[in-house]
């Protein structure tokens, strides 16, 4: 295995279009590294209306924000 010139770590919205630019510019090899899987069996992955009922469950990364000065020092769900 030879050693790619530039390694993406995440392949959603931004790595993933990072990732085909580097390849269409030529720039060199290109390694996508992605920790999701496709979870075709739950059927909420797939429907967007339903992205709440994925809270707390094990595709939920489960990050949070620091406390927020601005929301009286709350702790928010980050998705
Ligand atoms: C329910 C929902 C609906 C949304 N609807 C819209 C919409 O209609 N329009 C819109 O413009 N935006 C929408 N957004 C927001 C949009 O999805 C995000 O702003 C955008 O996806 C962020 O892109 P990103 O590349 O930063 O992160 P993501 O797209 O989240 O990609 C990050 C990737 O990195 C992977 N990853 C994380 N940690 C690691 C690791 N250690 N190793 C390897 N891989 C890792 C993750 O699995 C993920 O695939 C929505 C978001 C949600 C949650």
Do not use: C, K
Request: hydrophobic share 40%; charged share 15%.
């Amino acid at each position: 295995m030879t050693t790619p010139d530039f390694i993406v770590v995440g392949s959603g919205s931004a790595g993933s279009v990072l990732a085909r630019r580097l390849h269409d510019a030529g720039a060199g090899t290109v390694l996508v590294l992605e920790a999701g899987g496709a979870h075709e069996e739950i059927h909420a992955v797939h429907d967007p209306t339903l992205w709440p009922t994925l809270w707390g469950t094990d595709v939920d990364y489960g990050y949070r924000t620091v406390p927020q000065p601005h929301t009286a020092g709350r702790v928010h769900d980050w998705q």
